[in-house]
């Protein structure tokens, strides 16, 4: 429960709409309570009249006695219409306010989430998938929003109508006012008990359904796997059981639904019952009027909701509760990365790894040892070794997605940790092993470090990156809208497009990690020769499994289970007849192998 507490900020940033929010609900209440005394008092009028019209039987006095009262009776149906009509006023007002209030709050507390998401590091994005993520700030926040809106409205509505009613119940008659209220907390502890019930089921059949999605949409993205493997019967097959799993559960949770609200009428039944019989005892023995009892069973079905609401209420805040705790957990996560708050700085390429190691914060595994060596401004280093070998490792190292665990890495012989981060990272083109597009056009692909579109600048970058014929041999060129995963583009297409998204930034330092695997040798060879061109004068980090990639590079560090284990030009390497040789000689087989 306390990690409701967070939620007060909110609360008292809209005091003025929570206030209201309460006076509105003390009215309408008022309004709610006063229509049992006025059907009270008019159904003992009836009585009475019904008397004295017996009384003037067979004199002419008879009809006028008669005409009065139907008068009055039409006066007093007025009036609770009226009474009804202003309570709905004020209930629009109370809802309008409190439920307003709540929207409000959702708005502020998904968008504090957002960005609190945005500040987060790397690691933090390792250990938590994207469901679970996209939960908190969805189905969580909904949740809490439920404490917030009804959950707050309806407990301050059934305390104040609790308190009114109760309090004129007990100035009628006390004996008959505890036994109408004697059944009430049994209906609270009911719902309360048969909602977590349903709330455990619900859950239940929730989690059945995103297993569901899931699966579909797995198999979906996969179809051309499943269509090539032929296990579409299998998948179907699974499915069934899928669905069946989860048609189960709702079952499950329909029979609950259905023993419910007829145990909960019967319930309210049983407690008319019982003022009535109680009420007649009470009204032979002279104590109240008949008008009375119809007046307590207005109030015992004007508490009937709020009660039900109660319980419902109880099990709503606990979920709240447990939600709000899922949402704190992320929004007290410190990110590990945290920029010092420095003044830009304009890089001017130089990369210093001195004596650099690395271990992986939640795997321990150690994917730098002792690594060193300088970029000099200008410079192209190329990085090549086997799978695993700690390439990416650097690469995540330059642009400060991780910190290193030993050794230090200097940028232009400042510190990397003393640099404004922002500013670092926005000078540096990065394009990653596995290459991610926006469902998006092309053109705002590539222009994405931009704020606004440039077209010339979009064009030239798709030409220097050997795109751009590509591109405008779609039918809509720059326009083409690509989904998540590019689907009207090749693989290499979309390196390509990817590759023109960091040269369009203009960098100081570029890295490419791995791009360029799926992109024919002469494509390959025309993007470096222009990279030659754009990069003077700055850094370049390839990553390759090429030789051919990086043949031409200023230094190459070879790796080998986190170290360097040679490094030098292309022909000094050749020269040791090592490593780097040796793959050579055995890409280059291969090539003779495929020709
Ligand atoms: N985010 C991560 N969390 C934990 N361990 C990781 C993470 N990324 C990589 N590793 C591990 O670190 C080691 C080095 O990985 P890295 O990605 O740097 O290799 P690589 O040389 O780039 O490989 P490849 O050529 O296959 O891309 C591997 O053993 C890998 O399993």
């Not at 049992?36 to 009028?45: E, H, N, T």
């Not at 301050?156 to 007990?170: E, K, Q």
């Not at 130089?350 to 730098?368: C, E, M, Q, W």
């Not at 931009?450 to 591109?471: C, F, G, P, S, T």
Request: proline share 3%.
């Amino acid at each position: 429960m306390r990690s409701l507490a967070y939620l007060n900020k909110f609360l008292y940033k809209y005091r003025w709409r929570l206030i209201p929010g309460v006076l509105f609900v003390i009215i309408s209440n008022i309004f709610g309570v006063l229509p049992a005394k006025v059907i009270g008092m008019a159904f003992d009028l009836v009585r009475e009249n019904i008397s004295v019209y017996q009384l003037f039987s067979g004199f002419d006095r008879q009809s006028m006695i008669y005409s009065i009262f139907g008068y009055s009776l039409l006066l007093f149906g007025v009036l609770v219409l009226v009474l009804a009509l202003l309570r709905g006023l004020f209930l629009f007002f109370m809802r309008q306010t409190i439920i307003v209030m709540s929207r409000h709050i959702e708005y502020d507390l998904k968008n504090e989430i957002y960005d609190h998401y945005q500040k987060l590091s790397l690691a933090f994005y390792r250990r938590h998938n994207t469901g679970d993520l996209m939960n908190r700030a969805t189905e969580d926040v909904s949740r809490v929003r439920m404490y917030l809106g009804p959950g707050i409205m309806y407990t301050v509505n059934t305390v104040i109508l609790f308190i009114m009613a109760i309090a004129i119940m007990l100035t009628v008659n006390v004996r008959l006012a505890v036994f109408s209220i004697l059944p009430l907390p049994i209906l609270a502890v009911t719902i309360y008990y048969v909602n977590n019930i349903i709330n455990f089921r619900s859950e239940k059949i929730q989690q059945r359904l995103s297993a569901l999605s899931s699966f579909v949409q797995e198999n979906f993205s996969g179809i051309r796997v499943i269509k090539s493997y032929v296990r579409e019967n299998s998948v179907r097959e699974s499915f069934v059981h899928e669905s069946e799993n989860y048609k189960t559960h709702s079952m499950a949770l329909v029979k609950v639904q259905a023993l419910f609200y007829p145990t909960m009428l019967l319930l309210v039944g049983l407690s008319n019952v019982i003022v009535m019989y109680v009420g007649g005892v009470e009204v032979m023995k002279g104590n109240i009027t008949p008008g009375n009892i119809a007046e307590f069973i207005v109030y015992l079905n004007m508490l009937t909701f709020p009660v039900m609401a109660l319980g419902w209420v109880t099990s709503l805040v606990q979920r709240a509760a447990a939600s709000q705790k899922r949402i704190n957990e992320f929004l007290h996560e410190q990110p590990e990365i945290e920029s010092p708050k420095v003044a830009p700085h304009v890089v001017k390429g130089r990369i210093h790894f001195n004596n650099v190691s690395f271990t992986y914060p939640d795997t321990g595994i150690k994917a730098l040892k002792n690594v060193t060596f300088t970029a000099q401004p200008g410079e192209m280093i190329a990085i090549i070794g086997r799978t695993g070998s700690g390439k990416s490792t650097i690469a995540n190292l330059i642009m400060r997605m991780y910190d290193c665990t030993g050794g230090q890495i200097d940028i232009d012989h400042t510190q990397v940790q003393q640099l404004n981060l922002d500013s670092y990272r926005s000078q540096i083109g990065f394009v990653p092993q596995e290459v991610f597009l926006f469902s998006d056009t092309i053109a705002n692909n590539i222009a994405f470090s931009a704020d606004n579109l440039d077209m010339l600048k979009i064009e030239q970058a798709a030409r220097d990156a050997a795109v751009y014929n590509n591109i405008m041999e779609l039918e809509k060129g720059f326009e083409t809208l690509i989904g998540e995963r590019g689907v009207t583009l090749s693989g290499g297409q979309k390196q390509r497009v990817s590759i023109a998204r960091a040269i369009m930034k203009h960098p100081q330092i570029l890295i490419f990690d791995d791009c360029l695997s799926a992109v024919d040798t002469r494509t390959e060879e025309e993007i470096l020769r222009n990279l030659g061109g754009i990069m003077q004068g700055k850094t370049s980090i390839i990553i390759a499994h090429r030789i051919s990639t990086i043949k031409n590079a200023d230094k190459i560090l070879v790796m080998d289970n986190g170290e360097i284990a040679e490094h030098g030009t292309h022909d000094e390497l050749m020269e040791r007849r090592q490593i780097y040789f040796e793959l050579y000689e055995k890409q280059l087989l291969e090539e003779e192998e495929n020709a």
